[in-house]
C-alpha cells in the first residue's frame, strides 16, 4: 500500500478515536440490495399488482424515499460510483465492464474507511465495481454467506447482502407459465399490448416476489440473532429496470429506485422524519449513499468523495438536482447525462445520431424486446411504439414526470418550460465542471491519452493541458446545436491540435451534413474523426470513398474498431459490402458480440 493511503489511513483512525461514542454505541447496518428493479415494481411505490409484502412492511417500520436515483442505470458503473464515493463518470470508469484503473493510493474504497474505523465488514457475494488494480473483495473482510453467530461475535459490523433474483436475466426464458396474471399488470405507455409482452411483465413480476421473498428472510435472521435493535436496515436497488428501455436508459424506469431505511428507536436520533412510516421526498444521489454511511457511523470522509449526506448528524441540505450519466453499454456506443428534481427531468443526448434502442446481445435475449422489435418493424406499430428504435434525433429532452411517468412527451421545444430547460442545462454544465466530466472524449480516445502519459483516466481528466474540459464542453455545445450558422465555427474545429476538439467539430459538421467538411476529416489522425466523416460521405451517396476509409480502418485493427462496427450497423445496407471483412476479423468480447450482430443483420437483409 502507498503511502498517502496509509495516510489517510492512520488520519482516519486518529480521528475515530477522538470521537466520544464507543464502539459500543455505534450502529450495525445491514445493507439489502436488490438488483434492477425500480419503483415501479414495488408495492409501496404504488404498483397495485406488485407482491413485495416485505419489502411494504420494511417501509411501514421505516423511512420511505421518494426520489432516490441511480447514478447509472446499470450495475457495473453505478456500483463504481458506491464503492468510491466518486462518480464512475469523475473516474473514466463509466464504460460498462471497462475495468479501467483508477489511483489507488488517492482514492480509498468505503468499506476501508469502516474498517479504519473498527466495523466488520462483508459483502455477500456481488461486487462489480468495474475498477481496474485492486481485486473487488480486497476491501471486504468477508465476501461468503453471512454467519449471523459470527456476525453477532464481530459488532460493530457493516454487512450488504445482494439479491440477483430480480436481476435482468430472471426475466428471460419461457414467459408462458407464471404465478402472477398477465391481466393484472399496466404496460408502460411505448410497449404495444400484446399477449407475449404482458406475459414478460408478469413474469418479471414473479422474480420481484421472489427476490422480496429473500428480503424477508434475511430480515427474519437479523431479528433471530437479537441483533435488530442495534442495526439499521437499509434496502434499494442498484439501478432502474427491467423491461426494455428501463434499465440502461436515463429514463425515469432505469433511474428511480426504491429507497426504504429503517432505524431502531436506539438511534432514534438519526430519524429523518419524527415518525416511522414517513414518506421522504428529498432528492437522494446513489454517489450520497458512502458518504451518508460513513456519516452515520461516525467515520471521517475524505475530500474526495462525491455527494450529499442525506442522513444522520451531518445531513447537508438537500442538493437543487440529482445528475446521472450514460456511457457505453456492452457492445453499444452511446453518451448521455440526465438531470432531475424529482419532478422534471432532462437529458442531454451527445450522440442524437444514434437509436435509442440498439439491439445489444443481452437485453434482446428477453422475449419482450424480440416481440417489441417484431413489432415495430412490422408496419403496425404506433409512432411511439416505434419510435425508440429509430435514431434519436433530439439532442435534449424534458418530461415532466409528474404528469408522464413514461417519459413520452418531450416538452423540450416547448416555450411555458424554457425556464426549467435553461436551469436544468445551466446545473448539468456546472457539475460536469464541478466532477471533471471524463466522457467528453470517445473511449477510445481517453483511454490512449491517458497510457501515453503513463496516467490514469482520473488523473488524465484533471489535467487542464491533456484535458480542457471547459473547451470540450462549448465543443460539444456548439455542435449539438444543429444551427447552420454555427458551421465557420464548427469548421475551423476540425483544425485543432486537440483530436477532442476536431471530434466534436465533425459530430456538428455531420449533424448538419456538410460534406465539405468530411473530406477534410478523411485523414485525420483520430479514428474517432475518421470514421464520422467516412459515414457522412457514404450517407450523401459516396458510397465508394466511405466504405473504402472504413475498410482500411478495419483491416488495419483500428483502436476504435468498436465505434466503427457500431457505425455500420447504424449505416445499414449500405455498409453490406464490408461484411465479408467484417466476417474474416478475429475479435473478442465485445467487438465479436457486433461481428455476430452484423452477420445476422446483413445475411437477413441478402435473404
Known amino acids: 500500500m502507498s503511502l498517502p493511503l496509509i495516510v489517510l489511513f492512520s488520519l482516519c483512525s486518529l480521528w475515530s478515536q477522538a470521537f466520544t461514542s464507543t464502539l459500543e454505541d455505534r450502529p450495525n447496518i445491514l445493507w439489502l440490495v436488490s438488483e434492477d428493479n425500480s419503483v415501479s415494481w414495488v408495492g409501496c411505490y404504488g404498483n397495485p399488482y406488485a407482491q413485495t409484502p416485505n419489502i411494504d412492511h420494511l417501509a411501514a417500520e421505516g423511512f420511505q424515499y421518494m426520489h432516490a436515483y441511480a447514478s447509472a442505470p446499470v450495475c457495473a458503473p453505478s456500483r463504481s460510483t458506491w464503492i468510491t464515493g466518486i462518480n464512475a463518470l469523475s473516474m ?20 476501508d474507511l469502516l474498517k479504519s474505523n473498527g466495523y466488520t465488514v462483508g459483502n455477500c457475494r456481488k461486487t462489480d465495481y468495474n475498477i481496474g488494480g485492486r481485486d473487488d473483495n480486497d476491501c471486504w473482510d468477508n465476501t461468503g454467506q453471512v454467519d ?16 440477483s433474483a430480480s436481476h435482468e436475466s430472471r426475466a428471460f426464458g419461457e414467459v408462458g407459465n407464471t404465478d402472477h396474471d398477465p391481466t393484472l399488470t399496466t404496460l408502460r405507455a411505448y410497449h404495444p399490448d400484446l399477449p407475449a409482452i404482458r406475459q414478460n411483465y408478469a413474469h418479471y413480476h414473479d422474480a420481484v416476489a421472489k427476490m422480496d421473498a429473500e428480503i424477508g428472510a434475511a430480515l427474519q435472521a437479523l431479528e433471530k440473532s437479537g441483533m435488530s435493535q442495534d442495526t439499521i436496515v437499509i434496502y434499494n436497488s442498484d439501478h432502474g429496470g427491467v423491461l426494455p428501455r428501463s434499465k440502461r436508459f436515463l429514463f425515469s424506469s432505469g433511474l428511480h429506485c426504491p429507497l426504504i431505511v429503517r432505524i431502531p428507536a436506539r438511534y432514534k436520533a438519526l430519524w429523518p422524519a419524527p415518525q416511522i412510516g414517513a414518506q421522504i421526498d428529498r ?12 456519516g452515520i457511523t461516525s467515520t471521517p470522509v475524505p475530500t474526495t468523495m462525491q455527494g450529499t449526506t442525506f442522513l444522520g ?17 456492452d457492445e453499444r456506443n452511446e453518451n448521455a447525462r440526465s438531470v432531475t428534481d424529482g419532478r422534471y427531468l432532462y437529458i442531454r443526448n451527445y450522440m442524437p445520431y444514434a437509436p435509442w434502442m440498439q439491439q445489444l446481445g443481452f437485453l434482446w435475449k428477453m422475449k419482450a424486446t424480440q416481440v417489441w422489435m417484431k413489432h415495430a418493424a412490422s408496419g403496425n406499430a404506433s409512432e411511439l411504439e416505434a419510435r425508440f428504435f429509430k435514431p434519436k434525433g433530439w439532442t435534449e429532452e424534458l418530461y415532466d414526470v409528474s404528469r408522464d411517468p413514461d417519459n413520452i412527451n418531450n416538452l ?41 502519459h503513463g496516467l490514469t483516466i482520473y488523473e488524465m481528466v484533471r489535467d487542464p493541458k491533456l484535458y480542457n474540459l471547459q473547451a470540450l464542453l462549448n465543443a460539444a455545445d456548439v455542435a449539438l446545436t444543429t444551427d447552420i450558422t454555427e458551421l465557420p465555427k464548427l469548421r475551423a474545429l476540425l483544425s485543432s491540435s486537440d483530436l477532442g476538439l476536431r471530434y466534436w467539430g465533425i459530430v456538428g459538421c455531420f449533424l448538419l451534413n456538410d460534406v465539405e467538411s468530411a473530406q477534410i476529416a478523411l485523414d485525420d489522425e483520430s479514428h474517432e474523426v475518421r470514421v464520422m466523416a467516412a459515414w457522412m460521405l457514404i450517407k450523401n451517396g459516396r458510397q465508394a470513398e466511405g466504405l473504402k476509409v472504413l475498410r482500411s480502418m478495419l483491416a488495419e485493427k483500428s483502436y476504435a474498431t468498436l465505434k466503427i462496427l457500431n457505425i455500420i450497423d447504424w449505416i445499414g445496407a449500405d455498409a453490406a459490402p464490408l461484411l465479408p471483412l467484417i466476417d474474416s476479423l478475429k475479435l473478442d468480447k465485445y467487438e465479436a458480440r457486433m461481428q455476430e ?11
Open 283 to 294: 432528492l437522494v444521489s446513489f454517489v450520497d449513499m458512502p458518504k451518508t454511511w460513513l
Open 92 to 111: 473514466g470508469t463509466h464504460p460498462m465492464r471497462s475495468r479501467y484503473q483508477i489511483p489507488h493510493d488517492q482514492i480509498a474504497y468505503f468499506p
Open 148 to 163: 449471523w453467530q459470527v456476525l453477532k461475535q464481530n459488532q460493530p459490523f457493516f454487512q450488504v447482502i445482494n439479491f
Open 412 to 452: 423540450i421545444e416547448s416555450p411555458e418550460y424554457q425556464t426549467v430547460a435553461a436551469l436544468m442545462r445551466t446545473g448539468l454544465r456546472q457539475w460536469q465542471t464541478e466532477i471533471f466530466d471524463a466522457g467528453l472524449l470517445p473511449e477510445s480516445e481517453s483511454v490512449r491519452r491517458a497510457a501515453e
Open 597 to 607: 450482430t452484423l452477420r445476422k443483420k446483413f445475411n437477413a437483409d441478402a435473404r
Open 313 to 329: 448528524n451531518t445531513t447537508e441540505p438537500e442538493p437543487e438536482f440529482c445528475f446521472s450519466f450514460r456511457g457505453r453499454m
